[in-house]
């Protein structure tokens, strides 16, 4: 009888921290497929080159790392940056509208 009671608590346990651990899971990336610059469509608009390093200076790795810039490329008036973390080598890249910039 209480081995039964004992395994149902342990199987809700496991149930719950399943919940909560896809939920966070969920919001990371909810949070991370809504950002600025996560595609071209949510491109981050820059008037100065220089912006788009102060951008990638404040950038954090989910895992807290910061990244540094692997490449860079272009297509039309989209920047594509190409980041790579120092702690865990996740990759990203970051898209930057850079029609407002004056050469």
Same mark, same amino acid.
């Given at each position: 009888?209480?081995?039964?009671?004992?395994?149902?608590?342990? @199987?809700?346990?496991?149930?719950?921290?399943?919940?909560?651990?896809?939920?966070?899971?969920?919001?990371?990336?909810?949070?991370? !497929?809504?950002?600025?610059?996560?595609?071209?469509?949510?491109?981050?608009?820059? !008037? =100065?080159?220089?912006?788009? =390093?102060?951008?990638?200076? $404040?950038?954090?790795?989910?895992?807290?790392?910061?990244?540094? +810039?692997?490449?860079?490329?272009?297509?039309?008036?989209?920047?594509? +940056?190409?980041?790579?973390?120092?702690?865990? @080598?996740?990759?990203?890249?970051?898209?930057? =509208? +850079?029609?407002?910039?004056? $050469?």
């Amino acid at each position: 009888m209480i081995g039964a009671l004992l395994a149902s608590l342990l @199987g809700l346990v496991a149930l719950a921290a399943a919940v909560i651990l896809g939920w966070r899971r969920l919001r990371t990336w909810r949070r991370e !497929t809504t950002r600025r610059g996560q595609s071209e469509a949510s491109a981050i608009s820059v !008037t =100065d080159y220089g912006e788009i =390093d102060a951008v990638v200076l $404040h950038e954090r790795c989910r895992c807290g790392g910061r990244f540094s +810039v692997r490449g860079e490329g272009s297509r039309g008036f989209v920047r594509i +940056v190409h980041l790579e973390c120092h702690l865990c @080598g996740r990759e990203r890249k970051v898209y930057f =509208d +850079v029609r407002g910039v004056r $050469h």
